[in-house]
T-cell receptor, first 114, second 115 residues
C-alpha cells in the first residue's frame, strides 16, 4: 500500500539557516504530494502541494519538487525564521488508493532558535 | 476566516465507556474526515464521509467506531466501548472537493485519554 517516510527528527536550527526535511514515498500510479504544517496549538494546515512529476510546490519561502525517479518530495527553505518552528508532515493521496484519504509521514519537529 | 472547530479539546474516560467527539466543518465543504494520531506515531486516516454516507474507511475503523452528521453543521465520531489503545489525538477535517484536488482543512484536535 501507500506509505510515506520522513527524515527522523527533531531538527534544531539557528535563524537564517538552510532547511531540508527529507520525504520519500511508496505508491503505485501517480499520487499527489503535500506538505502540511502544524504550529503549536493549531490544526494541520496545507503548506504546499504538487500533483504531477517535476511540479514544484512553493509557499512562504518553502519549496518541494515532485521527483518520481527518486520517489521523493523534500522540503527546503533557504533561510528559516523563529516563526517557522512547527511540526512538518509530508503526505500523499491517490496512487493505488482512492482520492479520499491522505497517507502521512511521521512528522518532523522543527525548532528555530534566534 | 472559516475554520474547523472540534470539541472537546481534551476528554478523559474510563475503558469501556462511550465517547462522542464533535466537529463543525467549514460550512460550504462537502467532504468530511476523521484522522487520529497516537502519541509518537503517524497521523492515520480513519474515515471519509460524503453525501451523508461513508465513502471510505480504514482498517482501524471497525465496528466500535461510527460517524454521523446529525444536522446541517455537526459531524461526530462515536467510539462505543473505548479501549486503552484508543488514546490518541483525533483530528476532524473538511474539504470542498476530493483531497487529491485541493487541501484538507483540519481542526485543532481532540485529545482522548482512556484510563
Amino acid at each position: 500500500g501507500n506509505s510515506v517516510t520522513q527524515m527522523e527528527g527533531p531538527v534544531t536550527l539557528s535563524e537564517e539557516a538552510f532547511l531540508t526535511i527529507n520525504c520519500t514515498y511508496t505508491a503505485t500510479g501517480y499520487p499527489s504530494l503535500f506538505w502540511y504544517v502544524q504550529y503549536p496549538g493549531e490544526g494541520l494546515q496545507l503548506l504546499l502541494k504538487a500533483t504531477k512529476a517535476d511540479d514544484k510546490g512553493s509557499n512562504k519561502g518553502f519549496e518541494a519538487t515532485y521527483r518520481k525517479e527518486t520517489t521523493s518530495f523534500h522540503l527546503e527553505k533557504g533561510s528559516v525564521q523563529v516563526s517557522d518552528s512547527a511540526v512538518y508532515f509530508c503526505a500523499l493521496s491517490g496512487g493505488e488508493t482512492s482520492g479520499s484519504r491522505l497517507t502521512f509521514g511521521e512528522g518532523t519537529q522543527l525548532t528555530v532558535n534566534p | 476566516e472559516p475554520e474547523v472547530t472540534q470539541t472537546p479539546s481534551h476528554q478523559v474516560t474510563q475503558m469501556g465507556q462511550e465517547v462522542i467527539l464533535r466537529c463543525v466543518p467549514i460550512s460550504n465543504h462537502l467532504y468530511f474526515y476523521w484522522y487520529r494520531q497516537i502519541l509518537g506515531q503517524k497521523v492515520e486516516f480513519l474515515v471519509s464521509f460524503y453525501n451523508n454516507e461513508i465513502s471510505e474507511k480504514s482498517e482501524i475503523f471497525d465496528d466500535q467506531f461510527s460517524v454521523e452528521r446529525p444536522d446541517g453543521s455537526n459531524f461526530t465520531l462515536k467510539i462505543r466501548s473505548t479501549k486503552l489503545e484508543d488514546s490518541a489525538m483525533y483530528f476532524c477535517a473538511s474539504s470542498p472537493g476530493l483531497v487529491g484536488t485541493g487541501e484538507l482543512f483540519f481542526g485543532e484536535g481532540s485529545r482522548l485519554t482512556v484510563l
